[in-house]
């Protein structure tokens, strides 16, 4: 009999109240929502308001997720906190933001240390910061890595020199990284038809990706483990122009390997919502570089990961390995 492999749901968040409540009044988190409100239009933001309210519980209390999780068939899974960006933070009120949403996490996921782990956060904004309180996250046993936006901060790129130590700390740690948009920079572009989310998400994470791959980021640091969410955004559909951006220009020649050989280091989620979107990043990425994603407890999530899994038609070895084997890799279990 083939050994069992836990279902591993790698995309999940928790909200943060303790958080809410201590950045509710500052400028900085007052001039966020006025950006925010704006990228969105007005529809989305009255629909956002009564969808976020309707979700306090389900962001919060472990027996509505564990009772989601058995539905879903889900074995397993990482709670990372709400992706919503703090950049604005200086650095002691960052210290702060870090430290309660990391202890949040840890406790949410010792009230069920069977069903969950935890992915913290950094102030990525403050390298070196941020370097420490990853060594402070894979120091806690409930911890298994940390979540990140598709920038350090405005102006300041994933590829940026001085997160440097970041991602050489990252590799030593073995921390799985995971890199999680909050809608996107093309601001109020997207004002319309929740744009902000449906075009924005996979547009930050395809030039996020982008920036790493052609960076060198992976040569230099070849044990480095990220994870991005929505499978990869734009990018795993669209390797061919990468690749061919590489081959023919000398200004993209910046790597030893082509984007799409780079690609196949990085890990991403299945919540791509067909069979045939799911196949056609395996075909991209390879079946390793899979996992299980629901984006719980989100209406742009799913509540079948599993079967949208099944429907795709893999071979049990592919399966396998989506289903939890590469949950368990990238988180070091």
């Given amino acids: 009999m083939p050994k069992y492999v836990p279902a591993i749901d790698m995309h999940a968040h928790l909200a943060v109240r303790a958080v809410d409540e201590l950045i509710a009044d500052e400028p900085g988190a007052v001039r966020q929502r006025a950006l925010d409100s704006a990228s969105l239009g007005g529809a989305s933001v009255a629909y956002n308001m009564a ?15 564990i009772k989601a999780m058995d539905s879903a068939g889900v074995d397993i899974q990482a709670v990372s906190p709400m992706p919503l960006p703090h950049t604005w933070a200086d650095r002691e009120l960052a210290q702060r933001i870090v430290s309660i949403t990391n202890a949040a996490v840890a406790a949410h996921c010792d ?24 060594r402070t996250v894979m120091a806690q046993p409930r911890l298994r890595g940390v979540q990140i ?7 300041i790129e994933l590829d940026d020199p001085s997160l440097e130590p970041f991602w050489c700390t990252a590799e030593e740690t073995g921390a799985a990284v995971l890199i999680h948009p909050w809608g996107c920079s093309l601001g109020d572009r997207l004002n319309a038809y929740y744009l902000f989310n449906t075009v924005g998400n996979p547009a930050e994470t395809a030039l996020a990706l982008s920036r790493i791959v052609f960076s060198g980021l992976l040569e230099r640091y070849p044990r480095l483990k990220i994870w991005a969410a929505h499978g990869g955004g734009y990018l ?18 910046t790597t030893s390997e082509p984007p799409s050989a780079q690609m196949r280091r990085i890990y991403v989620d299945s919540l791509v919502y067909s069979p045939t979107g799911l196949r056609h990043l395996v075909d991209n990425l390879g079946a390793s570089q899979v996992t299980l994603g629901s984006d719980y407890p989100f209406d742009m999530g799913v509540t079948d990961p599993v079967d949208r899994l099944m429907a795709a038609g893999f071979d049990i070895p592919t399966v396998s390995a989506i289903r939890g084997e590469n949950a368990l890799r990238l988180l070091g279990s």
Avoid: E, M, N
């Avoid at 009230?111 to 990853?134: H, K, S």
């Avoid at 795993?236 to 020649?253: E, N, V």
């Fill in 51 to 65: 969808h976020f309210g309707a979700l306090a519980v389900p962001l919060t209390d472990v027996d509505c997720r």
């Fill in 111 to 134: 009230q069920r240390p069977d069903r969950l782990v935890g992915i913290g956060t950094v102030a990525l904004q403050y390298p070196d910061l941020a370097v420490r309180q990853l």
């Fill in 149 to 155: 936006s598709t920038a350090a901060a405005p102006g």
């Fill in 236 to 253: 795993p559909t669209y390797l061919g122009r990468a690749d061919h951006a590489w081959i023919s220009r000398k200004d993209a020649r």
